[in-house]
């Protein structure tokens, strides 16, 4: 939901519906410059990924065409590898003031987080090596302070931070035991909280560097399952 429209998306499509609040009418919005097919029953692979608003607008991921930006007036931007992007196929994306985050699933070697800043109109990328621990992304979540990266790679859980305020880079890593990843993170104040699937909830404390883990043993705090 965008100022003044609610926006939907047909799954596994480029397919686009704009609700204008004001006038209560639906229309459809088409995307331009897709780079395959879009028809999903003929085993196409582009489509509509995820969307965040952004003011009087709505950006959109696509997993093979890139990012777009819709305004309610009816103006596309569109945004590919040439213009910046680290990879065409765009997956997680959020809004974060002037920045727009895109995480990249098949980022290996070539950029696995994409950061707009809408005020320079500039692109970054970030890959493993530089500020992230890992190349594929598997969300990306604003808090308060930090706008947090989590991974897809089943090496132990690690999460990386970008501070909202100074631009610097925080990885924490040691809470998760074998191959499993968060999946979820929820900035509390001081406290960052942390979904592990099968091995429950973990809690990290930002400042003192310190876990607690919340799991199905009655030894660490129970929850009724994980």
């Given at each position: 939901v965008s100022d003044s429209a609610v926006w939907a998306a047909s799954e596994f499509s480029t397919g686009v519906s704009q609700l204008d609040l004001r006038a209560n009418e639906w229309s459809p919005r088409r995307?331009?410059?897709?780079?395959?097919?879009?028809?999903?029953?003929?085993?196409?692979?582009?489509?509509?990924?995820?969307?965040?608003?952004?003011?009087?607008?709505?950006?959109?991921?696509?997993?093979?065409?890139?990012?777009?930006r819709l305004s309610e007036g009816g103006s596309e931007a569109v945004y590919t590898k040439k213009d910046g992007l680290a990879q065409a196929d765009s997956r997680w994306i959020a809004v974060d003031g002037e920045r727009v985050w895109v995480g990249h699933r098949n980022g290996r070697g070539a950029g696995a987080l994409s950061m707009y800043d809408t005020a320079a109109s500039v692109w970054t990328v970030y890959s493993r090596g530089d500020a992230l621990e890992h190349d594929p992304v598997r969300k990306v979540v604003v808090g308060r302070k930090y706008v947090w990266v989590l991974y897809d790679e089943w090496r132990g859980g690690s999460i990386t931070g970008y501070h909202r305020g100074t631009g610097e880079w925080l990885t924490i890593r040691g809470a998760i035991g074998g191959s499993e990843q968060f999946s979820e993170a929820w900035e509390d104040g001081a406290h960052l909280w942390l979904a592990a699937g099968q091995q429950g909830v973990y809690r990290y404390h930002l400042g003192a560097g310190t876990w607690m883990h919340f799991g199905s043993e009655i030894m660490q705090r129970s929850l009724p399952s994980n």
């Amino acid at each position: 939901v965008s100022d003044s429209a609610v926006w939907a998306a047909s799954e596994f499509s480029t397919g686009v519906s704009q609700l204008d609040l004001r006038a209560n009418e639906w229309s459809p919005r088409r995307l331009s410059q897709l780079i395959r097919p879009t028809r999903h029953a003929d085993g196409a692979t582009d489509y509509i990924y995820e969307m965040a608003a952004d003011g009087d607008a709505v950006w959109l991921t696509l997993t093979a065409s890139g990012v777009r930006r819709l305004s309610e007036g009816g103006s596309e931007a569109v945004y590919t590898k040439k213009d910046g992007l680290a990879q065409a196929d765009s997956r997680w994306i959020a809004v974060d003031g002037e920045r727009v985050w895109v995480g990249h699933r098949n980022g290996r070697g070539a950029g696995a987080l994409s950061m707009y800043d809408t005020a320079a109109s500039v692109w970054t990328v970030y890959s493993r090596g530089d500020a992230l621990e890992h190349d594929p992304v598997r969300k990306v979540v604003v808090g308060r302070k930090y706008v947090w990266v989590l991974y897809d790679e089943w090496r132990g859980g690690s999460i990386t931070g970008y501070h909202r305020g100074t631009g610097e880079w925080l990885t924490i890593r040691g809470a998760i035991g074998g191959s499993e990843q968060f999946s979820e993170a929820w900035e509390d104040g001081a406290h960052l909280w942390l979904a592990a699937g099968q091995q429950g909830v973990y809690r990290y404390h930002l400042g003192a560097g310190t876990w607690m883990h919340f799991g199905s043993e009655i030894m660490q705090r129970s929850l009724p399952s994980n």
